[in-house]
């Protein structure tokens, strides 16, 4: 998914669950980024204090798109949640291991590792790891049937949009050569890097698409988008309640049915290529009030002046050089910058080291 559901469709249901803008927002904010903390390292102070990052992401020509260990350090817990073929804790799957990596939409794993979010709920960065569980929650119905490995079951062939869009490579040279094109297209990219949802370009993200493509086995698969992406923003509405009530078995509601009504008109009304335009129009609709709660002006900056980063050491670079030392500010323990970087490493040790070996998987 991209910044309009990530950012934009998880504030809507962070409120339309019951949170304030604030809190919403620190939730939303915290799911899209995700997708843009490239850098990690270590950040030095002028007062000799230091801090260690990670990332939850890598570049699309990072070269740690090649590194095995690295990919399973950010795609499996961040992107690409096992889903051991919808089977529960205990359980395995038929086939070799890969049929455990394959990430599955709201599987068991997907709901142990928010029900770790909510009892995890108190901690200073409570809200910040919710709106990172909610990045990886939504995403197992975008990547559903890929995995977050190197791996051949991600290639992919003959793919085909009822829009005839193709963003990725440019429609001019896919109206010069046609049909063929799509598949000169699929087998670079599986060629590449078989990993995720790479061989399938953006189609998995994009939330007006309804598509078909044939997968690693031969088998053509039909995805609705709209429809999938909908059931996973009731999911994460269920979530957000959930967490609220910090009762991970508590029965709730979801989306109301007038709200499931907007939500899904936003996502088939708008047909953006670039997910920032697309997000620029939900944007507006929350101005407008369009969602049944009062306008409101929602902002995300990842880096530069502004940015949550910026705000807690004063860098606005892309990449920091690991040598230069920041101003120290005592409000530095508390800052959302701060807070996010604590919860994607408790995030990540529950998901390696707590949820996944529930399932019999060893994945770093």
Known sequence: MQIDFHLCVTYVVSRLAGFGHREAETVAHCAQYVDDATNSGTIKFDNGAMFSRTSSAHKILDYKNFNELANRYVWIPFHFLPGNNGKKAGENPEGTFIEKLICRPGSFVAKDMINACIRGGNALYGLHRLGIALHVYADTWAHQEFAGVIHEVNAVKKLDDEENIDAAFGSKLKKFFGDIFDDIACEFASGIIPLGHGAALSLPDRPYLKWTYKDSRGNTVARDNPTQFLEAAHEMCRAVQRF?????????????????????????????????????????????????????????????????????????????????????????????????????????????????????????
């Open 244 to 364: 609220r009530a910090g009762n991970p078995d508590a029965d709730v509601p979801g989306l109301a049915n007038a709200d499931r009504e907007r939500i899904m008109r936003m996502m088939t009304d708008i047909k953006d290529e670039n997910g920032d335009e697309r997000c620029k129009k939900w944007i507006d609709a929350l101005k407008e009030g369009f969602f049944g709660f009062p306008p409101v002006t929602l902002g995300y900056i990842p880096k530069g002046a502004g940015s949550w980063k910026y705000q807690a050491i004063g860098s606005d670079k892309e990449v920091d050089i690991e040598a230069e030392k920041h101003p120290y500010s005592p409000s530095f323990l508390g800052s959302d910058w701060k807070l996010f970087h604590d919860a994607l490493m408790a995030h990540r040790f529950s998901i390696i080291n707590e949820v996944l070996p529930r399932y019999g998987i060893c994945a770093a």
